[in-house]
């Protein structure tokens, strides 16, 4: 999939589709080393910038690195991840056209930061965080929305400076 980073409206860098996504799309996979909580923790305690994602079996993260760590958070997604054998992908929700950045939802959790979005969608909620029904209906551990919930991505990083360049690059 021809994807690109450049310098993103909602913050910092973003990927850019240069060509058209159908819906349904596995667009690209999320990729890093395989760590657990504690050593995600543990690694990025002290660090501004994290890029790690939870899986659903609640232990692993990913620590990001490549493409798909770059794509933004907004509140009303091109995008949305999917968690496949282990493997986390993201996916068009909907066709996307050339030029167009890709965007999912992080419903973030188990963070202790402020995370304030800067997306510009029209329900914006204002946090990346998730909202305070998928954590309710997560709690009671049975829901489709836990596995969501499990699976949001885990960010510390793309609250503050707007517009700054990215410290990672490709
Ligand atoms: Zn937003």
């Not at 968690?83 to 996916?91: A, L, S, Y």
């Not at 167009?100 to 914006?124: H, S, W």
Request: aromatic residues 8%.
């Amino acid at each position: 999939m021809p994807l690109i980073i450049r310098s993103s409206e909602i913050h910092a860098a973003g990927c850019y589709t240069t060509t058209p996504i159908i819906k349904g799309t596995l667009v690209v996979e999320y990729t890093g080393p395989r760590i657990t909580k504690e050593q995600g923790d543990e690694i990025y305690d002290d660090s501004a910038v994290t890029y790690l994602f939870g899986l659903g079996d609640g232990r692993t993260v990913i620590d990001g690195h490549g493409t798909a760590m770059f794509i933004n958070h907004s509140c009303d997604p091109n995008c949305e991840t999917e968690e496949i054998d282990g493997r986390v992908w993201i996916k068009a929700l909907r066709a996307i056209k050339p030029g167009e950045e890709l965007t999912y939802d992080y419903l973030l959790y188990d963070g202790d930061d402020d995370a304030p979005c800067y997306c510009g969608a029209q329900k914006c909620r204002g946090t990346m965080y998730a909202p305070p029904e998928i954590e309710t209906e997560a709690a009671k551990a049975n829901s489709k929305r836990e596995r969501k919930k499990k699976n949001a991505r885990r960010n510390n990083s793309r609250r503050s400076r707007p517009g700054s360049t990215s410290p990672l690059s490709e």
